[in-house]
């Protein structure tokens, strides 16, 4: 049986669910289809299952696109104070913990029942476990687009793809809104992981494994891009907020180079230091500002540092060399990661359906009328802190008021 709606919304995630809840306040009929068993799946695990769900300062410096003004006009027009005015009007707490970044006080779960009480108010259908096999234009009266889906065939006069990236696959993500970009002509530009841990296999990889759990403050550098926070070893390599924020500009074969004590100067501390308790083992001293494992391990690591071994020495036993080697050793740990983990625990795809083809007032293609494309299938990806949620919404409202 052929069924007629006048929006078809593929993906109940994010950006799906606030375009249905936007259009459907228009009075529009909207039908959400995902293949999932539950929308908003990445909602219910994003921030430690208590949803970054915007940021104080959203900024278009914060999204990396190979065109940065195509964000400018969505996120100015529906901002991070009005996704904030909607968490409010639903009585939802949540507190800043850092750097501008918004959490639940409860649990992700809030938000996505926001999302969904907001469709049905707005009266939007949300059908799960249903797959969508083909897609085509067709022109029949107001309607564009006709769907083959696993339960039946669709008409709509507009179709709104929002069906996010290959991360976290595990989630039901995939690769399929790429596809159809390229169905109808649209560039897609190549994806990789973004957001997401490095693997260590070199000579630094026992030092990852001996420290595992562990987490350092730091200062991390790439491709002319630097981030300050917290870096965090594990079995496999380097994770924290730092290492994830800096791998979405990270390139196979690029080095990595981390300040281990960011806004110390430690040639001049170092020789201070040595002046006034030079009987102190540069262990123990190193271990003020790390932990004693990690610098008898740190230590162990860099004994080709110096011409003698450093374990066991004192700061008086140090030469104006060994001080100048240590300090840039710290300030300067350079390392190559082999790779990273890939969309297996990547928070979000860098590349996608480029947007010099889309409307950047509307998310519309430009030679496709009816068709749209919001979220993270775009070719728009937010840093770490909520800025993709941000970029969810405001797309998602962008293409709601034209649908």
């Known amino acids: 049986m052929l069924q ?3 929006v078809v919304i593929i993906g109940a995630g994010a950006a799906g669910l606030m375009c249905a809840a936007e259009a459907g306040k228009r009075g529009r009929q909207v039908l959400v289809l995902d293949h999932a068993n539950k929308a908003g799946k990445k909602i219910l695990m994003s921030g430690g299952g208590r949803c970054n769900f915007t940021n104080y300062y959203v900024e278009p410096n914060r ?26 009007k639903h009585g939802i707490p949540y507190h800043e913990k850092k750097d501008g970044q918004l959490f639940c006080d409860n649990k992700a779960s809030d938000i996505l029942t926001m999302l969904l009480q907001e469709c049905q ?7 799960l476990k249903t797959s969508v096999e083909a897609v085509k234009a067709i022109a029949e009266g107001d309607y564009r687009y006709e769907l083959h889906t696993s339960s039946g065939r669709l008409q709509c006069q507009s179709l709104v793809i929002a069906t996010g990236g290959p991360s976290i696959p ?6 399929w809104g790429y596809e159809l970009a390229r169905q109808f002509g649209l560039r897609v530009y190549p994806t990789r992981a973004g ?7 070199d000579q630094h990889k026992a030092l990852c494994e001996a420290l595992s759990g562990s987490s350092l403050a730091v200062s991390v550098s790439c491709n002319g891009q630097s981030f300050s926070d917290d870096l965090l070893f594990t079995h496999r390599g380097l994770s924290g907020p730092a290492i994830l924020q800096i791998s979405s500009y990270w390139q196979e074969g690029d080095e990595v180079v981390i300040d281990l004590l960011p806004g110390q100067e430690l040639t001049a501390l170092l020789r201070q ?7 102190v083992s540069l262990k123990n001293w190193l271990a003020e500002y790390f932990t004693q494992k990690f610098a008898e391990l740190w230590l162990e690591a860099n004994q080709a540092l110096c011409d003698r071994p450093l374990i066991g020495r004192t700061l ?3 030469s104006g060399k060994d001080m100048d080697a240590i300090a840039d050793a710290l300030h300067q740990w350079r390392l190559k990661p082999s790779g990273t983990e890939g969309y297996r625990t990547a928070e979000v795809a860098l590349g996608g359906v480029d947007t010099d083809q889309i409307s950047s007032k509307t998310m519309e293609v430009k030679t496709q009328p009816g068709l749209f494309f919001i979220g993270e299938v775009l070719d728009v990806t937010g840093h770490l802190g909520g800025f993709n949620f941000q970029w969810a919404w405001a797309s998602a409202v962008a293409a709601a008021e034209q649908v």
């Open 273 to 279: 230091q040595q002046h006034e308790r030079p009987k």
């Open 121 to 127: 108010q707005g009266g939007a259908r949300i059908q």
């Open 170 to 175: 595990t989630l039901g993500a995939s690769g």
């Open 63 to 88: 999204y990396l696109s190979h065109n940065p003004h195509f964000c400018k006009s969505a996120l100015s027009r529906y901002s991070q104070w009005d996704f904030i005015a909607l968490v409010d």
């Open 4 to 6: 007629k709606y006048e």
């Open 316 to 318: 008086a036993q140090l």
């Open 195 to 201: 957001l997401v841990p490095f693997v260590i296999t």
